[in-house]
């Protein structure tokens, strides 16, 4: 049996201005030794707390690609990962689009899935992006934390 290649398994991570492409995430996880992939897409839904959401804005701390890397470490030294990757929008966003997407490839697919969701878990929960919502009524609100 082949084993896990020993290159670094955090294959892609960033904040970008510009739209998020599944297949790049998608790709940059692939790995002939992972026999399950683990994907999530957060997008911009229509509504936060029954008002109606017309666009988003994201914003980073400057320390927020140095918190993404070491989220990852931490789900990397945690988890069997073969590869890993996670990229999030700053910017303004309209309804439909992709804030998020995070993707984990692992040899068995219980533990793509385990490590992908604590990849998002920790990233919304520690990563210093905030977002701020623009309501249909005009008003306005930010929330802490993606």
Request: hydrophobic fraction near 45%.
């Amino acid at each position: 049996m082949k084993e896990a290649a020993a290159a670094d398994p955090i294959r892609l991570l960033a904040l970008r201005e510009t739209p998020l492409s599944l297949d790049e995430v998608h790709a940059a996880v692939g790995d002939a030794y992972a026999g399950g992939t683990a994907l999530f897409v957060g997008t911009v839904r229509d509504h936060d707390g029954g008002r109606p959401v017309t666009a988003l804005e994201y914003s980073a701390h400057p320390s927020a690609e140095q918190e993404l890397r070491r989220v990852a470490e931490k789900v990397v030294a945690d988890f069997p990962v073969v590869a890993l990757a996670a990229v999030h929008r700053v910017g303004r966003l309209q309804v439909t689009d992709a804030a998020v997407i995070v993707a984990v490839s692992c040899a068995h697919r219980g533990e793509a899935f385990e490590a992908c969701r604590r990849l998002i878990d920790d990233l919304k929960h520690t990563v210093p992006i905030w977002k701020h919502q623009h309501f249909a009524d005009g008003t306005e609100e930010w929330v802490a934390s993606c």
